[in-house]
T-cell receptor, first 114, second 115 residues
Framework: NAGVTQTPKFQVLKTGQSMTLQCAQD?????MSWYRQDPGMGLRLIHY???????DQGEVPNGYNVSRSTTEDFPLRLLSAAPSQTSVYFC?????????????FGQGTRLTVV | DQQVKQNSPSLSVQEGRISILNCDYT??????FLWYKKYPAEGPTFLIS?????DKNEDGRFTVFLNKSAKHLSLHIVPSQPGDSAVYFC??????????????FGQGTILTVHP
């Protein structure tokens, strides 16, 4: 059971480049989300999805797009990378939102924008 | 608006002693609280949780206390071990209102347990 898998683990981008961070889970979880971790800021929610075909914005959505075409996958797209998007990104999944359950996290993607 | 706050950026404790990590929240809709542990270069891992209908939950060396009137929770680790050295995040969730389903995290506390 792989849990939540994120790729790549590390990435360096030039300002203005675009890329997609991949996230997949094999636990049949309905709820998936993307967070970024910055020093002193904790984990901040970027976008989330309560099921296939449904996405919504979190606390810091600007500069990012998401889609959820299947239950398993929840990719995060950076449209035009900026140095302010240098961060560690975590994908998480949770069984559902009606029951109180924990979220499971991937290993993270460390992104540097130069 | 920081709805979940961990006001101590770091905590240093001797091995064998108690570690107490604190967390405050402002949103009265939160009804489920979690603690996560994070090692460098790894994702956060779930440690322990508590529902708002309880005021205490224990799991081995870890106990979480919830004081709803003060909107405060704490994580006690007894006895502390060097392997407990990590960043600890407090998180909260609500099944209603604008926070529905989302996990809101605090800033984290770096715990260092000295041998």
């Amino acid at each position: 059971n792989a849990g939540v898998t994120q790729t790549p683990k590390f990435q360096v981008l030039k300002t203005g480049q675009s890329m997609t961070l991949q996230c997949a889970q094999d636990m049949n979880h309905e709820y998936m989300s993307w967070y970024r971790q910055d020093p002193g800021m904790g984990l901040r929610l970027i976008h989330y999805s309560v099921g296939a075909g449904i996405t919504d914005q979190g606390e810091v959505p600007n500069g990012y797009n998401v889609s959820r075409s299947t239950t398993e996958d929840f990719p995060l797209r950076l449209l035009s990378a900026a140095p302010s998007q240098t961060s560690v990104y975590f994908c998480a999944s949770r069984f559902d939102t009606l029951m109180n359950t924990e979220a499971f996290f991937g290993q993270g993607t460390r992104l540097t924008v130069v | 608006d920081q709805q979940v706050k961990q006001n101590s950026p770091s905590l240093s404790v001797q091995e064998g002693r108690i570690s107490i990590l604190n967390c405050d929240y402002t949103n009265s809709m939160f009804d489920y609280f979690l603690w996560y542990k994070k090692y460098p270069a790894e994702g956060p891992t779930f440690l322990i949780s508590i529902s708002s209908i309880k005021d205490k939950n224990e799991d081995g060396r870890f106990t979480v206390f919830l004081n709803k009137s003060a909107k405060h929770l704490s994580l006690h680790i007894v006895p502390s071990q060097p392997g407990d050295s990590a960043v600890y995040f407090c998180a909260a969730s609500a099944r209603g209102g604008t926070s529905y389903g989302k996990l809101t995290f605090g800033q984290g506390t770096i715990l260092t347990v000295h041998p």
